[in-house]
């Protein structure tokens, strides 16, 4: 969480460090601050600090006129201390700012020892300690370099640190442990940020630093070393991303651009069927025929939507590919004691590749003796994907409102090809069936397309629902995880406290709060269970609970009062829970939309977890 930007070069950075904000906001936006040095060789440190949007921040620099060719900037997920102008970065020790990314453990000793030293804090944070860290090394190591060094060394936790002083104007220290950080390389100058959009503005060539890497960037030159000082060699890589990628367009929102670029997102995902006649695991990787034939198990870790892909994909492993899978929240897997099988293929899923805990989770995994891994990820130079031995990016373009809709459908298509390789390799899959598959997977795009159609009668229901307090999502099988992201979507942007529950479990409790404020909302497509959810929608009819129905073609459920149904264009057998989130997140936007909230940026969540 929290986003950081540096720049020196040889015109004004203040432009490229707000509008690398601007870009970065996803990742944090409770403050805003940046620093920079001016004056004849940088004798002179400004900071601002705003709470709220990065807007506040600019329109503040705007006013003072600020201009300067060396600076930082950063956007704020509060940890440590409540959103306002005294926490806010950059965080300064005698003309030394720095801004940080991340989460420092040990921060209270540090502190402890710092204030005992005669240091004076004035912010709850944890960053503060590394200003008066790095100002107290100054004194033994008179290169800002050396005292950085010095700092990192004593540092516990994750960070992404950018630092400048007072008296040098010539340079921009920047440091990498847990958190991302990416350089950029341009003519004008040199820069870094948390990721490559915030960059785009100036420069494609990107390099991005690994954990352990610090760099000295100026004017003309970056020197990049490890944090004992071996200087290191990192590849320049040009990034492919378009800059319109990143913009809002037409659109109203994110989320809004997000669900109706599925389509496109999922034919992306998938540009590889196009052409081919059958699935090949070396989608994957080119181990990957290898590993899947060798495994006895399945083991998926992710957080948030990404563990609800997960939760689907268990129902096709097992179902299609014969192979036991079991699927666990990352945060707690990494504490566990599991029992591991080295004949396991440990998956994780993530949109940004740089989820802390689905992170930790595989390193934890891979230190128990689990070291087949494969990452499905957005995020192609991401952490996550850097550390498994397989790998399958999904294409669904950056996402950047912080429900996330394109990336988890691409993550189900990427899981349906993972499921039908696995099977091919494994034996289960006959040529017909692989066939059928292909052809259902190459016709997503547009049954998706499809789907949004619908958008006006889910708007409607959304009118309704926004006045509601509570909902209850139902669904069974493969689309029981679907309605757990259903209940994700709706709390998160709208606010609204919604559960989700295997139809089947209803009577066993959560029957006793249905009432007639209480909306239900059932996953009902035409699949083998739809006898008994119809007879658990009679549970809740009994008992005055106003249902709204997604069904689709053969669920022959007639509206009635309390009943309301929307009809899906088809039954999509095996990847319906690709089509049935659709109306899910569409609802969750529109009552997000009647309620007021800030669709793109829900109170207290960021888009990037990247601490614990
Ligand atoms: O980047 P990741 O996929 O690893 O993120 C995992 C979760 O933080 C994320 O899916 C979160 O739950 C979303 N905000 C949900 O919309």
Not at 127 to 142: G, M, S, Y
Not at 172 to 187: E, F, K, M, Y
Not at 392 to 418: C, D, M, N
Not at 587 to 597: D, F
């Amino acid at each position: 969480m929290c986003g950081i930007v540096a720049a020196i070069a040889g015109q004004n950075i203040v432009p490229v460090l707000l509008e690398g904000l601007r870009k970065l906001e996803y990742r944090g936006y409770d403050s805003a601050g940046l620093a920079v040095l001016n004056g004849a060789q940088g004798t002179q440190l400004r900071r601002l600090r705003a709470v709220g949007r990065v807007a506040e921040l600019a329109a503040q620099a705007d006013e003072q006129k600020l201009d300067a060719a060396i600076g930082i900037a950063h956007t704020r997920w509060a940890t440590h201390g409540v959103p306002s102008e005294r926490n806010a970065h950059p965080h300064i020790s005698d003309g030394l700012a720095v801004v940080h990314n991340g989460i420092i453990e040990n921060f209270e000793p540090l502190r402890a020892r710092l204030t005992g030293l005669g240091y004076t804090f004035t912010s709850e944070t944890d960053t503060e300690v590394i200003a008066h860290l790095v100002r107290h090394h100054l004194k033994n190591h008179p290169d800002l370099v050396d005292a950085v060094r010095a700092t990192c060394g004593e540092l516990i936790g994750a960070y992404a640190i950018a630092i400048v002083t007072e008296g040098e104007d010539s340079r921009v220290v920047v440091a990498r442990h847990g958190s991302p950080l990416v350089l950029g390389q341009s003519d004008s100058g040199n820069y870094a940020a948390s990721d490559t959009s915030a960059l785009l503005q100036v420069t494609r060539n990107m390099i991005y630093l690994e954990d352990g890497d610090m760099a000295e960037l100026t004017r003309d030159a970056m020197r990049i070393m490890r944090l004992d000082g071996t200087p290191v060699a990192r590849p320049v890589q040009v990034s492919q991303l378009s800059a319109d990628a990143v913009e809002l367009g037409s659109y109203r929102h994110y989320m809004q651009k997000e669900i109706f670029e599925q389509p496109a997102a999922l034919s992306n995902t998938l540009e590889m069927l196009a052409q081919a006649r059958s699935i090949t695991p070396n989608l994957f990787g080119v181990e990957a025929d290898n590993v899947f034939r060798s495994v006895r198990r399945v083991l998926v870790l992710a957080c948030g939507t990404s563990f609800h892909a997960g939760l689907v994909a268990r129902y096709w492993l097992e179902d299609i590919a014969g192979i036991e899978c079991t699927v666990e929240i990352a945060s707690e897997y990494r504490y566990r004691k599991p029992v591991a099988d080295p004949d396991t293929l440990v998956v994780t899923i993530s949109q940004s590749g740089e989820t802390a805990d689905t992170l930790a989770a595989l390193k934890y995994a891979k230190s128990l003796g689990m070291t087949r891994t494969l990452a499905i990820c957005n995020v192609p130079e991401s952490a996550i994907v850097r550390e498994s031995s397989l790998r399958f990016i999904t294409r669904a373009g950056p996402e950047i409102g912080v429900a996330s809709t394109k990336a988890y459908t691409t993550q189900l298509a990427a899981l349906a090809l993972l499921t039908l390789a696995m099977a091919k390799t494994r034996g289960t899959l006959s040529v017909a069936q692989e066939e059928k598959y292909l052809g259902a997977l190459r016709h997503l795009p547009g049954a998706v397309t499809r789907v949004l159609e619908l958008e006006p009668q889910i708007q409607a229901w959304a009118e309704r629902f926004a006045m509601k307090h509570h909902a209850l999502f139902l669904g069974r099988g493969q689309h029981y995880p679907i309605a757990l992201e259903g209940a994700l979507k709706l709390k998160e942007i709208s606010y609204i406290h919604a559960e989700a529950y295997p139809a089947g479990e209803l009577k066993h409790g959560p029957l006793a709060l249905v009432d007639r404020d209480m909306p239900v909302i059932a996953i009902a497509p035409n699949d083998a269970l739809i006898e008994k959810l119809k007879s658990n929608i009679q549970e809740v009819r009994a008992r005055g609970g106003e249902l709204y129905v997604i069904a689709d073609a053969g669920t022959e459920m007639a509206e009635g009062e309390g009943v309301h149904i929307l009809n899906m264009p088809e039954n999509y057998g095996l990847l319906s829970p690709v089509l049935h989130v659709v109306p899910l997140q569409l609802l969750a936007y529109h009552a997000a939309l009647v309620k007021g909230t800030d669709v793109d940026k829900p109170r207290n969540l960021a888009k990037s977890v990247t601490v614990e």
